[in-house]
C-alpha cells in the first residue's frame, strides 16, 4: 500500500445531497486539484478497503465574492463521486 495516494483525498463531502447519494453506494469526496481518477479510485481503495466501481470528478472554480468595497474569491476545489461495488459501504462516521 503506497502512502502517497491516500493524501489525494482531503475530506469526505456531508450534504444532505451527499448523504441521500450514500444510500445508492456513492460517496463524496474533497480531493487534491491535481488528483486522477485512477488515483482517486486507488485512494478510496487503500484508505477504506473497498472495492470502487466508478470515480466522477467535478471541478468547481472559485466564485468572486463581495463584501462591501472589497472583492474576494472563494476557493477552487474538485470533488470526487465514487460509486462502490453492490454491497459495500463505507462508515464516515455520521
Given at each position: 500500500m503506497s502512502m502517497g495516494n491516500i493524501f489525494l483525498i482531503?475530506?469526505?463531502?456531508?450534504?444532505?445531497k451527499s448523504?441521500?447519494?450514500?444510500?445508492l453506494g456513492k460517496y463524496v469526496f474533497i480531493v487534491e486539484p491535481a488528483a486522477?481518477?485512477?488515483?482517486?479510485?486507488?485512494?478510496?481503495?487503500?484508505?477504506y478497503r473497498v472495492?470502487?466501481?466508478?470515480?466522477?470528478?467535478?471541478?468547481?472554480?472559485?466564485?468572486?465574492?463581495?463584501?462591501r468595497?472589497?472583492?474576494r474569491t472563494q476557493g477552487s476545489y474538485?470533488?470526487?463521486?465514487v460509486t462502490l461495488v453492490k454491497g459495500q459501504k463505507i462508515d464516515l462516521g455520521r
Open positions: 482531503k475530506k469526505p463531502w456531508i450534504t444532505e448523504t441521500a447519494l450514500s444510500n486522477t481518477k485512477n488515483e482517486v479510485k486507488k485512494a478510496v481503495k487503500d484508505l472495492d470502487v466501481r466508478t470515480v466522477h470528478i467535478i471541478r468547481r472554480a472559485g466564485k468572486p465574492k463581495r463584501f468595497n472589497v472583492v474538485k470533488k470526487a463521486v
